[in-house]
T-cell receptor
Framework: GAGVSQSPRYKVTKRGQDVALRCDPI?????LYWYRQALGQGPEFLTY????????KSGLPNDRFSAERPEGSISTLTIQRTEQRDSAMYRC????????????????FGQGTRLTVV | GDSVTQMEGPVTLSEEACLTI???????????LFWYVQYPGEGLQLLLK?????DKGSNKGFEATYRKETTSFHLEKGSVQVSDSAVYFC???????????FGKGTKLSVKP
């Protein structure tokens, strides 16, 4: 597609429910990132993939959070047993270069998914 | 660990005023530095970048110079417009990292 697409744009869920957030990166982009942004804060790294391989998940806050990118394209971030503290904007980005590799290139961000846990 | 500190907002300016948003960083090695901008209702967009010391990134009238001696990457614009109203994020990409590390963001409002 023309840009990084995230769905849904807004999600309201009840505490304890599971949610799945989707990211469709720019076609051909090899690396994909997930960030979480609380109100008034900058984005905080969660995890990233090169192709289908999850290279770094050190930013995932606990084992309720998981992410996958099974075919090296679309990625899903899943939050199990949601809690109110999970409420935030979840941002996805993709890049044409391998993350952690040589060279620096632009990461393109989607518009984000605003998650509210009530 | 690596970190980015940028001046807190909000910053309110009149049209055609000069803008400086301060950004300093802490990192091992020689990171690449970025400014991202988020316009209302939109996603983050890269504004400019610099990959080594003394590089100057520029775009849309904005400039920032990578200062290794002061570990800074301040964003400047000589004459702001109402359309520059947005949230600005300073970020770094460390040499051994695959991910960006962001500052907290600075909201800029430009009044006509």
């Amino acid at each position: 597609g023309a840009g990084v697409s995230q769905s849904p744009r807004y999600k309201v869920t009840k505490r304890g429910q599971d949610v799945a957030l989707r990211c469709d990166p720019i076609s051909g982009h090899v690396s994909l990132y997930w960030y979480r942004q609380a109100l008034g804060q900058g984005p905080e790294f969660l995890t990233y993939f090169n192709y289908e391989a999850q290279q770094d998940k050190s930013g995932l806050p606990n084992d309720r959070f998981s992410a996958e990118r099974p075919e090296g394209s679309i990625s899903t971030l899943t939050i199990q047993r949601t809690e109110q503290r999970d409420s935030a904007m979840y941002r996805c980005a993709s890049s044409s270069r391998l993350a952690g590799g040589e060279g620096v290139t632009e990461a393109f961000f989607g518009q984000g998914t605003r998650l509210t846990v009530v | 660990g690596d970190s980015v500190t940028q001046m807190e907002g909000p910053v309110t300016l009149s049209e055609e005023a000069c803008l400086t948003i301060n950004c300093t960083y802490t990192a091992t090695g020689y990171p690449s530095l970025f400014w991202y901008v988020q316009y209302p209702g939109e996603g983050l967009q890269l504004l400019l970048k610099a990959t080594k010391a003394d590089d100057k990134g520029s775009n849309k009238g904005f400039e920032a110079t990578y200062r290794k001696e002061t570990t800074s990457f301040h964003l400047e614009k000589g004459s702001v417009q109402v359309s520059d109203s947005a949230v600005y994020f300073c970020a770094l990409l460390g040499g051994s990292q695959g991910n960006l590390i962001f500052g907290k963001g600075t909201k800029l409002s430009v009044k006509p």
